[in-house]
């Protein structure tokens, strides 16, 4: 551990982010999705037939009694896009678990503009497709792309904040979750009793299976996973619905301590007698302090995005383009509707919707972020594809077909160049300007179980900072160790910050942790804690009672009463009550940072924390 650098500590630091690993692996699999669309279209003009042919060819599945017939194109928007649609359901359970909704009244606010941002579109597509047979289509006009969208949104610039994109994934969650129903419902012209009834049923038995232990929960689990897509499927209901409802069924819980000390535990019995059976039992061990949710989302995540949806978008986004396509999309009432819908419907549904919301609760309900931060998402949202090409290619055939596919295509695009026109003439504004414009003023959920108390807890910085950076440490810990000189960095240069340390030693891994704690409470007692907090630090691979001396006498402190201290340990409680408050706080790892009582997740260098502070010092205190 002791050679890794910081470069690696931050790689390592944005792993242990769900949120933001997702948010970095749509946005960098965007490009790759572009690059699918572009080729799909090279492809369906360059060799029409071929292109045709390919995706059309049907072949079969058998598994014992059951079998399915099925075209490649179908195998991959009702097969394979289940399982991308599985990642979109456990990402909405994480929120509802772990992140801005845990509050359920900002569901409220998030859940409503993604309906009425839907039903909008719907009503312009449906005022212009009022009659005739594109009528039918109107599911197409009502859809974001997550993928592409927070592609769009990192192209916008750095000077986007992170909140904006958690907004944006509350809402699209919602526009993913009632467009699949649509599918469900409004596109399947029969459905056929026995196969629904299976479905529900291993549904049911999915649920029930989430109490089991997680040694016999998997196999299980996706077996009656497996069964719910095949009963769908059987009851002619599109199966790719079944990736979402599985994913809204696993819970999200962040790692215990007690989990990860026993994980340890299992490790260091198989380091001593490296049998198979104790490899096993490490193994499930350190499966079982994550959820499944955690581990469901690191299996599919990377290679839906960066396999399945472009494989999506190759199989779908061809079209033959020529002039006599172009000529009739212009004036085809199918295209027009999907563009308007998605150009100016989206943007007018969530930005009003917020306002009324926000105007009618007098403020107590309001976006997590500022107007421009609303209306930069109102136009994003207007970034079709993904379910937008499902419900077409369910509505349409023909020409037709290709009409509303070119109107997705245009709507993504021009609604990409405005929101990235529109974030970039934002970040022409003066800094505090454009902090308000994108964050707004609406109070963040706080993580940090237990305040700041200045009588107790050990500050460095003025008592009236507007940010106060809480970090809890182990002097043993070589991550908290290439943390600390970010830390010095941050306080030299932000005359604004007050940072706190707590202590949270890791027993199990990191055996001088404790005393070393003890032993810079001991230095406290004398004034002079924060230069033992460095001297600990610095010296972590010497942390001995007879090293913690020494350093109690390069810092001129009463040697008797330091050593009585450390070896009666009248400090031990006050440890124990800061290794208490992280617990309560959900944190299991060292260094744990959070910025006004908001955790931060992902990388610990010095730029990006620098970003969250300047955020935090927008927002309100409370």
Same mark, same amino acid.
């Given at each position: 551990m002791t050679g890794l650098d910081p470069g690696q500590m931050s790689m390592v630091g944005a792993a242990t982010s769900p949120l933001r690993a997702f948010l970095r692996t749509e946005t960098a699999s965007a490009a790759v999705l572009a690059a699918a669309i572009v080729l799909a279209l090279v492809w369906a003009n360059v060799a029409t037939d071929q292109y045709e042919a390919f995706w059309t060819?049907?072949?079969g599945v058998r598994l014992g009694p059951l079998s399915a017939e099925l075209d490649l194109r179908t195998w991959v928007n009702s097969g394979l896009m289940a399982l991308f649609f599985l990642v979109v359901g456990l990402e909405a359970r994480r929120e509802i678990d772990l992140g801005e909704l845990r509050d359920r009244r900002r569901l409220i606010l998030p859940l409503t503009a993604g309906l009425v941002g839907m039903a909008l579109p719907v009503l312009i597509y449906l005022a212009i497709n009022h009659s005739g047979t594109a009528v039918h289509g109107w599911g197409a006009a009502m859809s974001t792309d997550t993928a592409l969208a927070l592609g769009v949104l990192a192209v916008a610039g750095r000077h986007v904040p992170d909140r904006i994109r958690t907004f944006l994934l509350t809402v699209f969650v919602v526009d993913d979750i009632v467009a699949l129903i649509v599918i469900a419902v409004a596109y399947t012209d029969h459905v056929r009793i026995p196969g629904l009834a299976i479905a529900l049923a291993a549904y049911a038995? /999915? $649920?029930?299976?989430?109490?089991?232990?997680?040694?016999?929960?998997?196999?299980?689990?996706?077996?009656l996973a497996v069964v719910v897509w095949c009963g769908l499927l059987a009851s002619g209901i599109d199966p790719v619905v079944a990736g979402l409802a599985v994913g809204l069924a696993t819970s999200a819980y962040l790692p215990s301590r007690s989990a990860l000390e026993e994980a340890t535990t299992l490790v260091r019995l198989f380091r001593e007698q490296p049998t198979p059976e104790l490899a096993g039992s490490a193994t499930r061990g350190l499966t079982g302090a994550l959820s499944a949710n955690a581990r469901m989302q690191h299996t599919f995540h990377r290679v839906t995005s960066y396999a399945i949806v472009p494989l999506f978008a190759l199989?779908?986004?061809?079209?033959?383009?020529?002039?006599? /396509? $172009?000529t009739a999309a212009v004036t085809a009432p199918a295209t027009i509707g999907i563009f308007v819908a998605y150009?100016?419907?989206?943007?007018?549904?969530v930005a009003g919707t917020s306002w009324v919301i926000t105007r009618t609760s007098r403020g107590a309900l309001q976006p997590p972020v500022g107007w421009a931060g609303v209306l930069g998402s109102g136009m994003l949202s207007g970034v079709a594809f993904t379910v937008s090409l499902l419900i077409a290619d369910l509505a349409f055939t023909g020409s037709e077909l290709e009409e509303a596919k070119l109107g997705v295509l245009a709507a993504a695009l021009v609604a990409g160049l405005l929101t990235v026109s529109f974030f970039r003439l934002i970040a022409l504004l003066p800094a505090p300007a454009r902090a308000r414009a994108l964050l707004g003023t609406a109070h963040q959920l706080k993580d940090l179980a237990i305040p700041v108390e200045p009588d107790r807890d050990h500050l460095r910085g003025p008592a009236d900072a507007s940010v106060t950076i809480v970090e809890y440490g182990d002097f043993e810990c070589p991550w908290t160790q290439m943390a600390a000189p970010t830390a010095r960095k941050l306080i030299a240069r932000n005359s604004h910050i007050r940072y706190v340390w707590r202590h949270l030693p890791l027993h199990d891994v990191h055996p001088h942790a404790q005393l070393a704690a003890?032993?810079?409470?001991?230095?406290?007692?004398?004034?002079?804690?924060?230069?033992?907090?460095?001297?600990?630090?610095?010296?972590?691979?010497?942390?001995?009672?007879d090293h913690l001396i020494g350093y109690a006498t390069e810092l001129g402190l009463d040697i008797d009463r330091f050593h009585d201290d450390l070896t009666s340990h009248p400090f031990a409680a006050r440890v124990a009550q800061d290794v208490d408050s992280a617990d309560r706080s959900g944190v299991a790892g060292t260094p744990t940072f959070f910025i006004n009582g908001r955790r931060h997740d992902g990388p610990q260098d010095l730029t990006t924390l620098t970003n969250a502070i300047q955020e935090a010092r927008h927002q309100p205190a409370g």
């Open positions: 060819w049907v072949f038995g /999915l $649920l029930l299976s989430t109490r089991l232990d997680h040694r016999h929960r998997m196999p299980i689990f996706t077996t199989a779908n986004a061809g079209i033959p383009i020529d002039s006599q /396509l $172009l150009v100016v419907g989206k943007p007018l549904a003890e032993a810079a409470e001991a230095a406290a007692r004398q004034n002079r804690f924060w230069q033992m907090h460095d001297l600990l630090l610095t010296n972590q691979d010497n942390l001995e009672l």
